[in-house]
């Protein structure tokens, strides 16, 4: 994690003071965060709060200690003061400034409800972030990985990548930002923009990719091969052993060490219930060989 995506962990309460001193111990990069943080763990960490009440429970702790502090510990409240004021800006950025985030780790998928009632399904690997709905007139999502839409009616939704902008009213759609743009429509249509800024609308049962920086014409999808990572399963044909392999890392959280040169390419399907058999189905085809120790897998 970021020091940002920490110090969320921490205010939301889902990381303890114990594992954040033990993270600071260990990563050089979180010293800067140590003085202020320490100092204000004995401050109560609002729990399952909304923005607005997470900050009042903070900032009225914070002048309740300072208080205390300053009949104490006159000569010091100058001091007091500025650690307080430094983590009331502190919180204040993370709540208000930094948008919300929402992180499937490798060998996870997970289901997050967006604020204003759209669901969005995340593949492995795969990270999203907004900014509350309800203070904008439009709703904006920015997704790094894989993930399934499937969006209420309202003012404009758009998914933003590395590689293009996916804009839509009310639809489901499947969205991939990992090696160049994949969008596949279910429902209603979409409008597809690349980074280079070419368009096109997609109506339903369509689907369109880049190929270098150019939307491909779109094309009818097989909708029990699409978007089936929704169900833990992976049909490949003619993809490059690199590309399927990523998947197989993804999926397990393991890493696969392959130093083969050749462009070899894949045709076939693995589901994420069973790395043995995922492991036999792609490699046994190929004629290769492999050798599992601890979360490495070695290829030959």
Known sequence: MDQEDIIKEWIAGRL?????????????DLEPLQKIISGSKD??????????????????????????KGLKLKPYVHISIAASLSLILL?????????????????????????????????????????????QDERKVTLKGEAYFDVREGGKFEVTGEYGTVLVL?????????EGL????????????????RQLTLKAGNTTRTKNGVLTTP???????????????????????????????????????????????????????????????IFQPMSLSYKKEGSKIYVE
């Open 91 to 135: 919180v204040a950025y993370i709540l208000f400034a930094l948008p919300e985030s929402v992180k499937a780790p490798k060998g996870e998928h997970l289901s997050h409800v967006l604020p204003d009632g759209s669901q969005v399904w995340l593949n492995a690997d795969s990270k999203i972030s907004y900014r509350d709905f309800k203070q």
């Open 16 to 28: 303890s003071n114990e594992e954040l001193d033990k993270m600071i111990k260990e990563r050089a």
């Open 170 to 178: 009310g639809t489901s759609f499947n969205v991939s930002q990992r």
């Open 43 to 68: 401050l109560g960490v609002p729990h399952k709060r909304s923005k607005a009440e997470a900050w009042d429970v903070l900032a009225s702790q914070i002048v309740e200690k300072d208080h205390s």
């Open 182 to 197: 994949h969008v596949s429509c279910f429902k209603g249509s979409v409008q597809v923009t690349t980074k280079e800024g």
């Open 219 to 281: 094309t009818r999808f097989n909708a029990e091969r699409e978007a089936t990572w929704l169900t833990g399963d992976f049909y490949f044909e003619g993809a490059s052993l690199e590309y399927v392999l990523k998947e197989l890392e993804r999926q397990f959280n393991v890493e696969v060490v392959y130093e083969g040169k050749d462009q070899r390419t894949y045709t076939g399907y693995f589901n994420n219930r069973d790395l043995d058999e995922a492991l036999q189905l």
